[in-house]
Nanobody, 125 residues
Framework: QVQLVESGGGSVQAGGSLRLSCAVS????????MAWFRQAPGKEREGVAG????????YYADSVKDRFTISQDNTKNALYLQMNNLKPEDTAMYYC??????????????????WGQGTQVIVST
């Protein structure tokens, strides 16, 4: 049974940094796509950043470009998100997602079948 477990969330002041991690268990097959999404209270879940695990362009939402960096560890089927210069509007539950389907799109929420439980990020002024 495939499971995704996020870690690294927390509370920081504006301008601070956090590093999120996502570990995949239950399979040794490399995903096609992995991504980070976030959902703030009262808002829809939105894409933050995503990768083609086997190579391809990286996706970033405009709101996080030049502040967030997504990276992967193919040997561990792990995904990371380095978040710098955090802003209060980055406050949300952050979710890791994975897809083993060919042709998945890292920016598309509907392309992902496997999700973690989420890790909370709170950015205060």
């Amino acid at each position: 049974q495939v499971q995704l477990v996020e870690s690294g969330g927390g509370s920081v002041q504006a301008g601070g940094s956090l590093r999120l991690s996502c570990a995949v268990s239950g399979t040794t097959y490399r995903p096609s796509c992995m991504a980070w999404f976030r959902q703030a209270p009262g808002k829809e879940r939105e894409g933050v950043a995503g990768v083609y695990f086997r190579g391809g362009p990286t996706y970033y939402a405009d709101s996080v470009k030049d502040r967030f960096t997504i990276s992967q560890d193919n040997t561990k089927n792990a995904l990371y998100l380095q978040m710098n210069n955090l802003k209060p509007e980055d406050t949300a539950m952050y979710y890791c997602a994975a897809s083993w389907r060919e042709g998945c799109r890292p920016s598309s929420r509907t392309d992902f079948s496997y999700w973690g439980q989420g890790t909370q990020v709170i950015v205060s002024t």
